[in-house]
């Protein structure tokens, strides 16, 4: 009996033409598994299995949205007022996950089928051109290692709550899957353990990939990526080397306008901006603005479930223009940064680099800071862009900063897990703000073991 890869070679019209390999489009037969005799035999095949991973890690249940939204949804207090019927975010609302949440499970199988597309690139790296081996190589690292780092964030405890090298975070697959078994039966590995690989591979890709690489990832998409995991880890020294690397040589710089790096309502599809580091490309064929989905008011496509609270509004600085991306419509406040339906979405901004710098060289306190530009200063650097007026870098005003800064991005729960700020009444490292493993995943894979507060 034939050996069946299992691998999305899902392709949408933007990735075809933007694929910067080639030079015309491809003809493709789109599927879901490969007989092993037919799979990956050309350097092509291998360029259509990393475009198809780029369109699996830009789905709607990964970085198109649902990481970001469920893990905002879960640090909720008192900034999103939920109105929605869809059972699965309401337990997200409520910090009530249970092992068969849907959100839940489909978060983990997406990450696990992104990382087993880019695990088929690079288990047929042979076939690709000298040329393009190192290029193909580090965007099919920056996939895998970015997916692991979603993964062990929203399945495992933080990295400062207790002993990472024995707690448990995800598995670690770095081999295709050749059955319907998303984690190849493989046992969880410890956080530290995830932490390492997540590291390795974005350290080689931004090693291996270029400067520039049109739509998809380069080496200052990876060198941001590590500045967010060397942060979340507590690693300040790499967090700011890594920041101040994206800062200095990327050549992206921060929108005049803060609304402007959004996507404008009722603007095309696509286009990234000058401070997007990296960012999922969306167009009208491939789908939607995941986030569009919840927090738009309904004027623009979304379904109108998560308007925006006064209290919050009103907890903004005189003066913000940060203000300026909220609108009210029926009542109620909405946010608009995800108002354009098949707007790009923003995974990583510039204005991250420049918080990242300043909160890691406060720490450190080095008499030449990294980057030889003070904490203060690139605190302003961001204050400036709304029109807020200089303040010295503290610890508190960092934080406060990215608060307001990354609102509703995704942001919320992993800071106040890496600063140990408590949810409301909950302890920011309870149980409860740790995705379940997904109970359909413990059946099929019996090395899993699950998380605390579960069984």
């Known amino acids: 009996m034939k050996k069946i890869y299992i691998y999305s070679v899902i392709i949408t ?46 789905d709607v249940n990964f970085l198109g949205g649902r990481v970001y939204l469920t893990a905002d949804f879960l640090a909720n207090t008192n900034e999103i007022e939920w109105g929605g019927t869809y059972q699965g975010m309401t337990q997200m609302i409520n910090k009530a996950i249970p092992k068969d949440n849907i959100f839940v499970n489909n ?59 024995t707690n448990l975070g995800v598995p670690i697959v770095l081999t295709p899957t050749k059955a319907v078994d998303a984690t190849n039966n493989v046992s969880r590995a410890t956080v530290a353990a995830v932490y390492t690989q997540v590291i390795a591979d974005l350290t080689d890709a931004e090693a291996k990939l270029p400067a520039s690489n049109g739509i998809y ?10 500045a967010r995991v060397y942060l979340q880890k507590g690693d300040y020294a790499n967090a700011a080397s890594a920041a101040n690397r994206v800062i200095t040589l990327s050549g992206k710089t921060l929108t005049t306008n803060y609304v402007d790096a959004f996507p404008a309502v009722g603007g095309s599809a696509g286009s990234n901006t000058s401070e997007d580091v990296f960012a999922i490309q969306v167009t009208t064929q491939s789908g939607s603005n995941g986030f569009s989905e919840f927090y738009d008011s309904g004027d623009n496509g979304g379904r109108g479930d998560a308007a925006i609270s006064n209290a919050w509004k009103a907890s903004y600085e005189s003066g913000d223009q940060r203000l300026n991306t909220y609108f009210v419509s029926g009542g109620s406040n909405w946010i608009g940064k ?118």
């Open 13 to 58: 019209s933007f990735l075809v033409v933007g694929l910067s390999s080639c030079d015309k489009q491809l003809d493709l037969q789109p599927t879901q598994s490969i007989d092993q005799d037919k799979a990956l035999l050309t350097s092509q095949d291998v360029s259509v299995a990393l475009v198809g991973a780029y369109s699996e890690l830009g």
């Open 338 to 455: 995800f108002s354009n339906q098949f707007g790009n979405i923003s995974v990583i901004r510039l204005s991250e680099m420049y918080l990242i710098r300043s909160e890691a060289n406060l720490r450190l306190a080095p008499a030449s800071p990294i980057g030889a530009v003070t904490p203060t200063a690139d605190l302003a650097t961001v204050r400036s862009r709304v029109g807020l007026p200089l303040v010295t870098a503290t610890l508190a005003n960092i934080l406060k900063e990215r608060k307001y800064e990354f609102a509703f991005e995704g942001f919320a729960l992993h800071d106040a897990k890496r600063t140990q700020t408590n949810i409301g009444s909950i302890a920011w490292n309870a149980d409860k703000l740790v995705f379940p493993i997904p109970q359909r995943e413990m059946d099929a894979n019996p090395k899993l073991v699950q998380n605390p507060g579960y069984n």
């Open 217 to 226: 990832a380069n080496k200052y998409a990876a060198a941001a990526m590590l």
């Open 107 to 165: 978060i983990w199988f997406k990450g696990y089928d992104v990382i087993n597309d880019v695990n088929n690139v690079l288990a047929a790296l042979d076939k690709v051109s000298t040329a393009s081996k190192d290029k193909v190589e580090g965007e099919a690292k920056f996939i895998r290692g970015t997916a692991h780092f979603e993964l062990v964030r929203l399945f495992g405890k933080a990295y400062n709550d207790g002993t990472p090298g």
